[in-house]
């Protein structure tokens, strides 16, 4: 039973610029076209749990970018409606963030994809990750968003694997030792 | 030429506690007495550059943990008089940092170790950065000493190599991409 990170940043620790966008990602030359692993680590969790920025943002999208088959759990008190075509595969979650994993993992929901800047924060805050994968991309943004925030507790990790890809991306897998 | 950076941080981007402190980083196992390298970085060096906090955190230390053979640069524009038994090897520099650097080059100090967090920013401020290796330390302090600032430039890199010490420290080397 894990909740786990995969998220990628820039050397300085940014998942996105201040406005949110990620075009310094998506110029990092692909020429096989390959997700890097994605496709195989969605096959591993249960389901996805984000918070209503990252719902947000994803709606924005022309093309929903998690596998249909995977349920979405997103964590809002201010939230109450799906949009409709959405309402078979997104749920809408609310209260204390170790309560709502208890109740998912009760549903079977074992491995947990946390996705989004804020709701990463949050569950380290309570010691709630197990695993983080961490890409990095080799550019200083200078600003934007942060992945880890100030004040989180002090966490160590082991670390399990390092892959790097077409020699431009270093992904990073690390286990929380307990 | 290169300005150089090398450098360990925690998973979160910090060089030291709030406090200046780097015990999280000294109780990394390291069975072989390993430098990972760093001495054989130090070789390829003519000189170091480091600010006044930086010296004087290393002034505090034991042992000297730079080469005697290497001189030192302490940028700063209050310090005067260097302590007498260092006063062979180092030597204070004041004024901008692009005519501190173009002064040093002309004396024959080629390849440059810049090291401290606020002499790091400095440069990056200014783009004076060619060469940045980090190692990764599996750890998340939640607070600290930054390594990286807030609004310095966007910068691009080309990742160079990424060695794995004794699978816990992700070593990363990365050019800069102009």
């Given at each position: 039973m894990s909740n786990i990170v995969y998220i990628a940043?820039?050397?300085?620790?940014?998942?996105?610029?201040?406005?949110?966008?990620?075009?310094?990602?998506?110029?990092i030359p692909?020429?096989?076209?390959?997700?890097?692993?994605?496709?195989i680590f969605?096959?591993?969790?249960?389901?996805?749990?984000?918070?209503?920025?990252?719902?947000?943002?994803?709606?924005?999208?022309?093309?929903?970018?998690?596998?249909?088959?995977k349920p979405i759990f997103v964590l809002s008190n201010s939230l109450n409606v799906v949009p409709g075509n959405l309402s078979a595969k997104v749920e809408i979650v609310k209260g204390e963030l170790?309560?709502?994993?208890?109740?998912?993992?009760?549903?079977?929901?074992?491995?947990?994809?946390?996705?989004?800047?804020?709701?990463?924060?949050?569950f380290?805050?309570?010691d709630l990750i197990d695993e983080i994968t961490i890409t990095k991309i080799p550019i200083l943004l200078g600003s934007g968003?942060?992945?880890?925030?100030?004040?989180?507790?002090?966490?160590?990790?082991?670390?399990a694997e390092t892959v790097v890809h077409n020699n431009i991306l270093v992904k990073s897998k690390y286990l929380r030792k307990r």
């Open positions: 940043t820039s050397l300085d620790g940014y998942i996105a610029r201040e406005d949110g966008s990620i075009d310094w990602l998506m110029e692909n020429p096989d076209n390959s997700d890097y692993g994605f496709s969605l096959e591993r969790i249960d389901g996805i749990v984000m918070g209503r920025n990252t719902f947000e943002t994803v709606l924005g999208f022309n093309e929903w970018p998690y596998p249909k088959s170790k309560s709502i994993i208890e109740s998912l993992k009760h549903k079977g929901m074992n491995d947990l994809y946390i996705d989004g800047g804020k709701t990463i924060q949050s380290l805050k309570e968003i942060p992945l880890f925030s100030k004040n989180n507790l002090e966490l160590k990790f082991e670390h």
